[in-house]
């Protein structure tokens, strides 16, 4: 039992950043890394859930929600690439019909 909930939880929170990227709108991305003091001005879309994560992790590290994070920020990179990989044809028209998310 312990074991499929943990493959539960990693089916689950694979490519998070991809999907919190896809899902969400502009806005709602710009205020989320504002909040966590990001040093992002801009993020693409193609290969966007990696970015996304990236710009987390470039945020301000003092946060007390940080450090148990990092682990976790990394991972998700590694399913959030294999996702973004899968939507690379929709990321690719996006970012040439719309360009780069403005933080």
Same mark, same amino acid.
């Not at 689950?12 to 890394?33: F, K, M, P, Q, Y």
């Not at 879309?45 to 970015?51: D, L, M």
């Given at each position: 039992m312990k074991r499929f909930a943990l493959i539960l939880s990693f089916a *689950?929170?694979?490519?998070?950043?991809?999907?919190?990227?896809?899902?969400?709108?502009? +806005?709602?991305? $710009?205020?989320? *890394?504002r909040q966590k003091n990001s040093g992002c001005v801009s993020m693409p879309?193609?290969? +966007?859930?990696? $970015?996304y994560n990236m710009c987390k992790l470039n945020s301000n590290g003092t946060s007390i929600y940080f450090a148990p994070l990092l682990g976790v920020y990394l991972v998700d990179s590694v399913f959030s690439a294999a996702t973004d990989t899968v939507v690379l044809?929709?990321?690719i028209y996006a970012q040439n019909e719309q360009g780069s998310v403005n933080l």
């Open positions: *689950l929170l694979s490519g998070c950043g991809t999907v919190t990227t896809l899902t969400s709108s502009d +806005s709602e991305i $710009a205020r989320d *890394l879309r193609v290969y +966007s859930g990696v $970015a044809p929709y990321t």
